[in-house]
């Protein structure tokens, strides 16, 4: 099995903790981004990460991250733990998308879109991924265990966080919904997940 991706965490993040806590073997294929133009075209989709397993290259990060999930015992087998799950990781996408379109704009274009983010969207889809985690003293997404969605869920607020995004204050997850600090901290200092990320 070989996972591509390039050297950061992004969408592979999430994948590669999952398949290293399940002790599953895969090629861990990270790319420098000007190799990128070169590999594009290889894409199904033309963008990454891609899984190449048994023949099959598998395009679109959550399909991957389900099945990694299923693959290392991170996945919820009841179908409505399943399905919060499933929520989680769809909503993440859909406001990552969003902050994704600013990457590649500069200087001012750049602060008033992430400013417009800032102002609605982006606490408005914190406040609602809050609400998904619940307020248990150890919260987890789904199945009051964890899963691929806690992974993704602290990589997503880890990125917020991390003072990367320009004009997204380092603060801005703590102030805004401290119930996700609470969970990525949570999550980070589990033992199977600080094993991967140290
Ligand atoms: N919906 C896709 C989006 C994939 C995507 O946009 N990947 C980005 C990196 S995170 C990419 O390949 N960007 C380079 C490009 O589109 O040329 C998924 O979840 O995998």
Redesign the pocket.
């Known amino acids: 099995m070989k996972l591509t ?2 050297e950061f965490p ?2 592979a993040g999430p994948i590669r903790i999952a398949l290293g806590i399940g002790k599953i073997a895969f090629e861990d294929e990270r790319f420098a981004y000007a190799d ?1 133009p070169n590999l ?1 075209g290889e ?1 199904p ?5 891609v899984l190449d397993v048994q023949g099959t290259r598998l ?4 399909a ?1 991250l389900r099945y990694a999930g299923r693959l290392s015992g991170l996945y919820p087998d009841d179908l409505l733990e399943a399905a919060k799950c499933d929520q989680m990781l769809d909503t993440i ?1 859909e406001i990552l ?1 969003r902050i ?1 379109d600013t990457m590649m704009m500069e200087g001012e274009e750049q602060k008033a879109a992430r400013d417009g983010l800032c102002e609605g969207p982006l606490p408005f889809f914190l406040d609602a991924m809050q609400t998904m985690v619940g307020t248990d003293d150890k919260p987890y997404v789904a199945g009051g265990k964890l899963s691929v969605a806690d992974l993704k869920l602290a990589n997503f607020v880890g990125m917020l966080s991390s003072g990367q995004l320009d004009y997204v204050p380092t603060d801005f997850v703590e102030r805004n919904a401290p119930g996700l600090a609470a969970h990525a901290a949570h999550i980070g200092s589990l033992p199977q997940v600080a094993a991967q990320t140290a």
């Open positions: 991706y390039f992004g969408r990128w594009k894409m989709l033309g963008a990454v990460p395009c679109q990060s959550n991957i996408e998308s994704v």
